[in-house]
């Protein structure tokens, strides 16, 4: 039987160059980054395309305000059960 396998994200306390300097920009109003980013903090070649497509897909043109599109995402979570 294979082990469960996680990645263990990068904590922002623990982040260095740009890493660092990429969660510097989309850190939280409680101030801190989402779960999501963090995990994506081990290559940050993945976590610069991680941004640049969410900023695309929830903030991008479109005729879908912030909050529909959100909805969208939160609706999709709960259908697929995920957890986050």
């Known amino acids: 039987m294979l082990a469960s396998m996680w990645i263990r994200p990068i904590q ?28 994506h903090g081990r290559h940050p070649a993945a976590l610069r395309a991680l941004l640049t497509f969410y900023q695309g897909v929830m903030h991008g043109d479109g005729p879908l ?12 979570s709960a259908l697929s059960d995920c957890g986050y």
């Open 12 to 39: 922002e306390d623990e982040a260095e160059g740009e890493v660092a300097a990429l969660y510097a920009g989309v850190t939280r109003s409680w101030g801190g980054v989402d779960n999501i980013v963090k995990a």
């Open 65 to 76: 305000g912030l909050t529909r599109r959100e909805m969208i995402a939160v609706t999709v």
